[in-house]
Each structure stands twice: as C-alpha cells, then as structure tokens.
C-alpha cells in the first residue's frame, strides 16, 4: 500500500471518478444524499468516521465537484491524526466499486484484464493523468509512454505508426478508452496472463513507486554468513523479505536521505559482487548482487533515490511525470509559437496580395482616365480645328489654340511623372517578392535539415535497439554458461560424495572396541595393536622361510630378517602417507563444499 503524496491528488482523482459516476444528468453536481452515502464510506476506509455531515456543510446549496473536493481535504484528509495509517488502497476501492459499474459492462469483464486488473490500470491512470484537470483525462503522448512500456513488459514490439494511426485525431484519452483500447489492440495475440501480468508490474512501478526489486544475498550482522533476500527499493524505505512471494518480511530501511551507497572493490572469496548501503554512522548494510550489471542498476538506483530525497519529492514516477510534463508542455509551446509566427506571415503575404491587387486596379483605373482624356484631347482637337477653319482671321482663337497646346504639354508631364512612380512601385514590389521567395527557401532547408536530423535519430534508435538484442544474446549466453557450470558443480559434488561412501577392500571385519584403536589405511579401528603385532609376526616368519632354503641361507638370515622388517616398516609408513592425503584430499572437497 503507497502512501499518497501530500496533496492527496491520486485520491483527488480517484474521488472525481465516483462524483462523475454520481452526476447521472451530467450537470456537475450532485444530490447532497448520495455525497453523504460516500463521504461516511470514505471516511470509514481512512479511520476518521466522525466526519461533518454533508447536509449541514453545504446547506441547500448545489454541490460541484470542486466545492466537494475542498469539503473532502478539509475535513477528510487535514482531520487525520498523526498516528492513523489510512489504507488509500480501500480508498481507491471504494470510489473504483462507484465508477466501474456505471461504465465497464459485464460484456468488458469477460475478455482481457480481471475487474482487480482494470483497476490496477485505473490506479495508473489517476497518477499519470493531467493535473487539477477535469473531466480527468491523460494526455496523449502520455497515453504513449504508458503503453509502450506496457508492450515492453509483454515482450513485444512497440510500433510507432500503428499508435500515430489511431491516436492521430485524439489529444487526451479517458481511463475507459484507455481500458478499451489495451483490451483490443494491444491484448490481440497475447495470452491473458501475460497481459495481467504485465498490468501489474506497471502497477508496482508506476503506483506502489517500486524503483526496483530483485534477489540479492545480504551478509549477517550477528551471523557473518550470506543468506538470499528479496530487496524491494522504494522511493522512503528498502525492503527485504526471505522470497519473491513478499510474506515473510525480514526487515526495512527507513530515511534514504543520511543514506550512502558504495562499491566494495572486486569479487568476494565467494565470488560475489557486492556493494556496501551505509544508512547510518553506526548501521550498514553489506549486500551481493549476482553479477556486475546487476550491481551497478541497484547502485544506481539507491543513488536516484537519494538524490530525489534530498529534493524533497516522495515520488519518483511524479517526479518523472512532471518532468515529461514540463517537456512536452515547453515543446507545444515553442510549436505554438511557430505556428504563430507562420500564421503571422501568411497574413502578411495576404495583405501584400491585396496591396497588390489595389495597385493593378489603380493602375486600370489611370489607364482608364488616360483612355478618356484621350478621347477628350481628341475631342478637343476636333473642335479646335473646327474653330480654326470658322476663326481663321481672329487672332483670340489662335491664342486659345496656342494655350491649348501649353495644357496638352501639362498633362503630357502629368503622365510621364505617373509612369514614374508606377514604375517605382513595381521594382518596389518586385523586391518584396524577392524577399519572401528567399523567406521561404530559407524555411525549406530548415526543414530538410530537421527532416536529415530526424532520419539521423531514427537510425541511431534502431543501432540502439540492435545492441539491445545484442547485450539480450549475451546475456543468455551467459546464463547457458553459468548453467553449465552448476551442473559442472553439481556433478563433481556427486563424486566427491561418492568417493565420501567407498571404502578400499581390505581385512574389514567386525573387531571389538577398543580404549585406543590403531589407525591405519584401512580406516579407523581396522586392527587393534595385539592384533596388528600378531600379524607382523606371521609375515617375518614367512619371510625368513623363504630366505632359508639350505644351510648357506642360515648365515644370511640375520640380515634377511632385517631386510623382511625394513620392507614391513617401509609398507607401513606408505600406508600411512596414503591414509594421511586421503583424509586430506577429503577434507579440501569438504571445504569446498
């Protein structure tokens, strides 16, 4: 059971869930009998049943969900004593039996996931899902990272395309639509078991805040001796119980924040790598792990853990969440502002193609103008003709004609001067159109350059991914070797014990016990000292018959009865050399056992 963080916001989210169930006219509120009904459950599940009726709190008002929320933290989660452990678990559960009957159908409960593994996955969702937002809903490059990690613990292949595919038109996605969607498209072809069981290893990781777990040997305090545990590291304590079941807890390391974590030189006499968690100045820990990348993930990982307790943050997965928030948040931002920019300068070329169609129909509306003075001029010309061919003789007239042609000069300059400036206005807006084709080849190659960038990355993701399977191969290859080795092991244990159990044949016979039995190679107690005595003489009198077979052979006995016992001495001390390097070579295997 985690512990919730200080703002209560998995419960908060988890509370919304039941209220949203509870609002069946979907008007954001709900009747003060049903809030009443929940607000005693919940209080029940956190030891605080003495709650402040909700009918009394609220009076006739209509009940919203953020009036509610700020009843529940004040008088639900701030009314806690300091001694009670409130089970959030039996939390969850409540508002989880509230919401899941109102939306999962009975039809859902027959496929993949269990009822206790879709709530597992509502229980992620509430952690994952976008802060002090609602309706409640998780981003969807969140959605993203979720689910590649939950095809990861199945064993699969995540696969961008098909997620950019159905994702496409989606931004958020509800805790039902997240259901819905690992049931039918990331269960297909997969076994149940492996589902659920990858479903809550997500749970462990993503809501009990396990960082990491696994079997490591610890050595005694008292007892000097190695003995395999379970280690569980969580973001305030490290857990170790006798096996992977969890039942038998063993004992638990509170406060990483004095913690200190080292690295204890090569490999042990065991042949162990180990690492050395100082937690006080009085108290550590000696610890094994079964090989070196083993090792350094548990170092690296207490070493998270107390860095982030220096932070003050109780929350590893938050701390990560808040981060790709931060990111992702940043990354739309700076998008934003790009399309803003685009936009921007889309608006401008607008106004320059209007500037620019004004231009041309000024400069049809001048053509036009000039067309009619032309007329006009034409006209006048006309009529000054007429007047020369009536007034011929009158000097007024031809004074008239003259200032006529002074006008007609005018407007002749007039002209000139307007097809200057008409032509001024166009190198201006041929430069304007040079300008934004340089714009715009400029935007081409950035984005040919973060087009390169992109392949770039791809293919450093899939080198990456090959050395993944590269390192997977080895590491089974070294898994087969390791294997072999212990039946190695085991094998030469069996002969050893074999050996244990043979006994040489020999003079073995039932003797009786005596106060100082004779050792020889034939084992403990094989003769006794009369009996060994009697024996001797047998073998110096055989050996003297042997070297007495005519009289010449008396003066040579002497020295051949000496020779007989040199030989019987000689094979008595190879007896016992033999004796002593067998119960040596014993007692080395058994110190290597």
Same mark, same amino acid.
């Given at each position: 059971?985690?512990?919730?963080?200080?703002?209560?916001?998995d419960?908060l989210?988890?509370?919304?869930?039941?209220?949203?169930?509870?609002?069946?006219?979907?008007?954001g509120t709900?009747q003060k009998?049903?809030?009443?009904?929940?607000t005693h459950?919940l209080?029940?599940?956190v030891?605080?049943?003495?709650?402040?009726?909700v009918?009394?709190h609220?009076?006739?008002?209509a009940?919203?969900?953020?009036?509610?929320?700020d009843?529940?933290?004040?008088?639900?989660?701030?009314?806690?004593?300091?001694?009670?452990n409130?089970?959030?678990?039996?939390f969850?559960?409540v508002c989880?039996?509230i919401?899941?009957?109102?939306?999962?159908?009975?039809?859902?409960?027959?496929?993949?996931?269990s009822?206790?593994?879709a709530?597992?996955?509502?229980?992620?969702?509430?952690?994952?899902?976008?802060?002090?937002?609602?309706?409640?809903?998780?981003?969807?490059?969140e959605?993203?990272?979720?689910?590649?990690?939950?095809?990861g613990?199945?064993g699969?292949?995540?696969?961008?395309?098909?997620?950019?595919?159905f994702?496409s038109?989606?931004?958020t996605?509800s805790?039902?639509?997240?259901?819905?969607?690992?049931?039918?498209?990331?269960?297909?072809?997969?076994?149940?078991d492996?589902?659920?069981?990858?479903?809550?290893?997500?749970?462990?990781?993503?809501?009990?805040?396990?960082?990491?777990e696994?079997l490591?040997?610890?050595?005694g305090?008292?007892?000097?001796n190695w003995?395999?545990?379970?280690?569980?590291?969580?973001?305030?304590?490290?857990?170790?119980?006798t096996g992977k079941?969890?039942?038998?807890?063993?004992?638990?390391?509170?406060?990483?924040l004095?913690w200190?974590v080292?690295?204890?030189?090569?490999?042990?006499?065991?042949?162990k790598?180990?690492?050395l968690?100082?937690t006080?100045?009085?108290m550590?820990y000696?610890?094994?792990?079964p090989?070196?990348r083993?090792r350094q993930?548990?170092?690296?990982?207490?070493?998270?853990?107390?860095d982030?307790s220096?932070?003050g943050?109780?929350?590893?997965?938050?701390?990560?969440a808040q981060?790709?928030?931060?990111?992702?948040?940043?990354?739309?931002?700076?998008?934003?502002k790009e399309?803003?920019r685009?936009?921007?300068d889309?608006?401008l070329?607008e106004?320059?193609?209007?500037?620019l169609?004004?231009?041309?129909?000024?400069?049809?509306?001048?053509?036009?103008?000039?067309?009619?003075?032309?007329?006009?001029?034409?006209?006048e010309?006309?009529?000054?003709r007429?007047l020369?061919e009536?007034?011929?003789?009158l000097?007024?007239?031809?004074?008239?004609?003259?200032q006529?042609?002074?006008?007609?000069?005018?407007?002749?300059a007039?002209?000139?001067?307007?097809?200057q400036? #008409?032509?001024e *206005?166009? $190198? =201006? %807006?041929e430069?304007?159109?040079?300008?934004? !084709?340089?714009? @715009?080849?400029d935007?081409? &190659?950035?984005?040919?350059?973060?087009?390169?960038?992109?392949?770039e #990355?791809?293919? *450093?993701l $899939? =080198? %990456?991914?090959?050395?993944r399977?590269?390192? !997977?191969q080895q @590491?089974?290859e070294?898994? &087969?070797?390791l294997q072999?080795?212990?039946e190695k092991?085991?094998k030469?244990m069996?002969?050893?014990e074999e050996?244990?159990r043979?006994?040489p044949?020999?003079l073995?016979? @039932?003797?009786?016990?005596?106060a100082?039995?004779?050792?020889?190679?034939?084992?403990?107690g094989?003769?006794?000292?009369g009996?060994?005595?009697?024996?001797?003489?047998k073998?110096?009198?055989e050996?003297?018959?042997?070297?007495l077979?005519?009289?010449?052979?008396?003066?040579?006995?002497?020295?051949?009865?000496?020779?007989?016992?040199?030989?019987?001495?000689?094979?008595?001390?190879?007896?016992k050399k033999?004796?002593?390097?067998?119960?040596?070579?014993?007692g080395?295997?058994?110190?290597?056992?």
């Open positions: 059971m985690s512990a919730p963080s200080a703002d209560r916001q419960q989210c988890a509370l919304w869930h039941a209220f949203h169930a509870l609002d069946e006219k979907r008007e709900v009998s049903k809030l009443k009904v929940l459950s209080g029940t599940v030891n605080h049943p003495s709650v402040e009726d009918e009394k609220f009076g006739d008002q009940v919203s969900f953020q009036a509610y929320a009843f529940v933290k004040t008088v639900v989660f701030q009314g806690l004593s300091g001694n009670t409130p089970d959030w678990n039996r969850d559960q989880w039996q919401c899941s009957g109102k939306h999962l159908s009975k039809e859902r409960r027959e496929k993949v996931l009822d206790s593994h709530f597992q996955v509502w229980q992620v969702f509430n952690r994952l899902a976008e802060p002090n937002r609602y309706p409640l809903v998780m981003d969807i490059e959605v993203q990272f979720l689910l590649q990690k939950l095809v613990a199945m699969g292949q995540w696969v961008e395309a098909d997620f950019q595919h994702s038109s989606l931004a996605m805790v039902w639509q997240l259901i819905a969607c690992i049931e039918t498209k990331y269960s297909q072809g997969i076994e149940p492996t589902v659920m069981e990858s479903v809550t290893q997500l749970h462990r990781e993503l809501v009990l805040d396990v960082v990491k696994g490591m040997s610890k050595k305090h008292v007892r000097t003995k395999e545990r379970w280690f569980v590291l969580k973001p305030c304590s490290l857990v170790y119980y079941d969890q039942k038998d807890k063993k004992g638990e390391v509170h406060n990483p004095p200190r080292e690295l204890l030189g090569e490999k042990s006499r065991e042949g790598q180990r690492l968690l100082t006080s100045a009085d550590s000696e610890m094994a792990a090989d070196l083993s993930a548990w170092i690296t990982a207490i070493q998270n853990i107390i982030l220096k932070t943050c109780s929350s590893l997965v938050k701390k990560h981060q790709r928030r931060e990111v992702r948040d940043k990354r739309r931002a700076e998008e934003k399309e803003e685009k936009r921007k889309s608006e070329m106004e320059q193609r209007k500037e169609e004004e231009e041309k129909q000024a400069r049809s509306e001048a053509e036009a103008r000039l067309a009619q003075e032309t007329v006009l001029r034409e006209e010309e006309q009529l000054r007429e020369e009536m007034n011929r003789q000097e007024k007239l031809l004074q008239e004609e003259r006529a042609k002074k006008d007609e000069e005018v407007v002749r007039l002209q000139a001067k307007l097809l400036e #008409e032509f *206005r166009r $190198e =201006q %807006l430069k304007l159109k040079a300008d934004q !084709d340089r714009l @715009l080849e935007e081409r &190659k950035q984005r040919q350059d973060l087009e390169q960038q992109w392949r #990355e791809q293919q *450093r $899939e =080198q %990456l991914q090959q050395e399977e590269a390192a !997977d @590491l089974q070294a898994s &087969k070797k072999e080795a212990e092991h085991k030469m069996a002969a050893v050996r244990k043979w006994k044949p020999g073995a016979k @039932l003797i009786q016990p005596s100082r039995p004779l050792i020889t190679h034939r084992g403990l094989a003769f006794t000292e009996e060994f005595e009697i024996q001797k003489q073998k110096l009198s050996g003297s018959d042997q070297l077979p005519d009289e010449g052979g008396v003066e040579e006995s002497t020295p051949g009865d000496g020779g007989g016992q040199s030989q019987i001495i000689n094979i008595q001390k190879e007896e033999e004796e002593r390097s067998s119960d040596e070579g014993i080395e295997e058994e110190k290597e056992d």
